[in-house]
């Protein structure tokens, strides 16, 4: 049974960082393309970064050069370190897998299977 669990989300001011965690379970998160996506309410959940393994990653434009997706492929856990983090990064977010390879690694929602619960992010100006 695929399981995915996120930690690490909290309240933090602007300029602050978090890093969030993704424990997967269930299948062997090495073969399988993984993602961060977010969604505040009322809008579209988004593509954040996706990480294809080999190094292979994408970023949504609006968090390049602050985000970095990673992963640990001994303990099946994908992170998303998070700095100059900001009001508008404010979101649940949202960790997410799929045993197909995309390139580059995709950021849309339908390219992935298998999600998680969620984890909040809240920027304070």
């Known amino acids: 049974q695929v399981q995915l669990v996120e930690s690490g989300g909290g309240s933090v001011q602007a300029g602050g960082s978090l890093r969030l965690s993704c424990e997967a379970s269930?299948?062997?998160?090495?073969?399988?393309?993984m993602a961060w996506f977010r969604q505040v309410p009322g809008k579209e959940r988004e593509g954040v970064a996706a990480?294809?393994?080999?190094?292979?990653?994408n970023y949504v434009g609006s968090v390049k050069g602050r985000f970095t997706i990673s992963r640990d492929n001994g303990k099946n856990t994908l992170y998303l370190q998070m700095n100059s983090l900001k009001p508008e990064d404010t979101a649940m977010y949202y960790c997410?897998?799929?045993?197909?390879?995309?390139?580059?690694?995709?950021?849309?929602?339908?390219?992935?299977?298998?999600w998680g619960q969620g984890t909040q992010v809240t920027v304070s100006s």
């Open positions: 997410a897998a799929d045993p197909r390879d995309w390139t580059p690694p995709a950021l849309s929602r339908s390219a992935y299977r298998y």
């Open positions: 269930g299948f062997m998160s090495s073969r399988y393309d």
């Open positions: 990480d294809g393994g080999g190094g292979r990653t």
